[in-house]
């Protein structure tokens, strides 16, 4: 088995003749799955400033392991260092590098912000004004993370690359898979729908088995890191406040064009100062009052500047297409199957039971069993093994059936 589970490892010719040197003295995995001392082993750990991958970095330099950190800087330096609350903020560069100088182990800053604003910060602000409801944490770990910092790890020669997710890697009978983490209020699945078999091989999630959050600052205050009693960051971290239609309104004013609320039935209601500043489902903060019953969002037509709003059973919806797929699951999809599974449509919603149809590798028809409401074009939908913690992939929702 030692020797079936090292190879699902392997990311270059020169990894393989190490495992080999090892496997043939015969020498027990370690604690990441490689069979080699720790002390040979090179783990890249990704330090957004905060108290879980400080841990992260910690706990394996404590286990012995050769540990680099590296953090991305997404920001202005200058602004950045104003900005609290937020991965990759100037005080958070500082934080990472002063954990790294505390335990002695090497630190690096990459500057990051024209990728990030190019693979994420860019994306966000058109799909907004498209009328989607985004997700760019995910395009974050997707296109910056994961693939990025990633290949940055490989140029420096890493056996892996660990994160502070929550979430858990384990060993099944055709290779690595996701699962969600112990803690299922911490859980991060939803945001690592995307990554890849391929980057999953690489990765590694320490506190993915911790029984909660209070269990990881414990870690930290054994450390003493500075750290410990850091606060969670909440927002979208380029976005302070979470006031998404300022940060549009400034890349593109002209998003912030006004138009009409009109009701389903026909009825104009009011007017609005940007289809930028509305989401699918929401109620509050209309601007329209007089009404007898509650009125939601119900749909956003961006061309002709329109909010609709309605009825909170309109909102409700059975079939919800998805396109660009990650599947992880151990079969490859194809066109006239039905599969039984749970799934995500919002991160804070809990699963639901589903059947996925699908049309081709990367798009499908998911059939929510009960009927969904919020249901929105840009937010993700995340597969999950029925009854199972293994999550088995995802994709994005491209409109309202």
Same mark, same amino acid.
């Given at each position: ?26 020498? #027990? ?10 002390? =040979? ?7 957004? @400033? ?74 966000? *602000?058109?799909?907004?004004?498209? @009328? ?5 944490? +995910? ?37 690595? =898979?996701?699962?969600?983490? *112990? ?9 690592? /729908?995307?990554? $890849? ?44 406040? @979470?006031?998404? *239609?300022?940060?549009? &309104?400034?890349?593109? #004013? ?43 969002? +119900? ?17 409700? $919806? ?53 009927? &969904?409401? @919020? ?7 995340? /597969?999950? &093994?029925?009854?199972? $913690? ?7 929702? $491209?409109?309202?059936?």
């Amino acid at each position: 088995m030692p020797a079936i589970e090292c190879r699902q490892f392997l990311t270059s010719k020169a990894n393989r003749e190490k495992v080999e040197y090892y496997m043939a003295k015969d020498l #027990p995995l370690n604690s990441l799955g490689f069979a080699k001392p720790v002390s =040979e082993t090179r783990v890249v750990v990704a330090m957004s @400033g905060g108290v879980d991958s400080s841990v992260v970095a910690a706990l394996l330099y404590e286990q012995g392991y050769d540990v680099i950190g590296v953090t991305l800087q997404l920001y202005d330096h200058g602004a950045a260092l104003a900005k609290k609350g937020a991965c990759c903020a100037g005080i958070d560069i500082y934080d990472a590098r002063k954990v790294a100088d505390q335990m002695d182990f090497p630190h690096y800053v990459l500057d990051y912000e024209n990728v990030f604003k190019e693979a994420v910060i860019d994306e966000f *602000a058109q799909s907004y004004i498209a @009328g989607a409801t985004p997700v760019p944490c +995910i395009r974050c770990n997707e296109r910056v993370k994961f693939k990025d910092l990633l290949q940055t790890a490989r140029d420096l020669d890493a056996d892996c690359m660990a994160t502070g997710h929550y979430i858990q890697r384990k060993i099944g009978p055709n290779g690595a =898979e996701l699962h969600c983490a *112990a803690d299922a209020d911490k859980d991060q699945s939803y945001f690592l /729908f995307s990554t $890849t078999p391929a980057q999953l091989d690489f990765l590694r999630f320490p506190l993915g088995h911790l029984a909660s959050k209070e269990a990881t600052r414990r870690l930290a205050e054994k450390y003493s890191l500075s750290v410990a009693d850091k606060p969670d960051s909440q927002d979208i971290c380029f976005i302070p406040n @979470g006031d998404y *239609a300022s940060v549009i &309104e400034k890349l593109h #004013p002209e998003a912030a064009a006004g138009g009409e609320i009109i009701h389903v039935d026909g009825r104009v209601l009011g007017r609005h100062e940007g289809v930028i500043r509305y989401t699918v489902g929401q109620r509050r903060g209309l601007g329209i009052g007089g009404l007898h019953e509650p009125i939601y969002v +119900i749909s956003l037509d961006v061309e002709s500047k329109r909010v609709i709003v309605g009825p909170k059973e309109l909102l409700k $919806t059975r079939l919800v297409p998805v396109s660009e797929i990650n599947w992880l699951g151990s079969s490859a999809l194809s066109a006239g199957q039905e599969l039984q599974i749970s799934v995500k449509v919002r991160s804070t919603r809990p699963s639901r039971e589903a059947i996925l149809r699908p049309l081709s590798d990367t798009e499908c028809v998911i059939e929510l069993l009960n009927p &969904e409401e @919020g249901v929105a074009p840009g937010q993700a939908c995340v /597969f999950y &093994e029925t009854g199972g $913690t293994r999550i088995l992939g995802g994709g994005w929702i $491209t409109k309202r059936a």
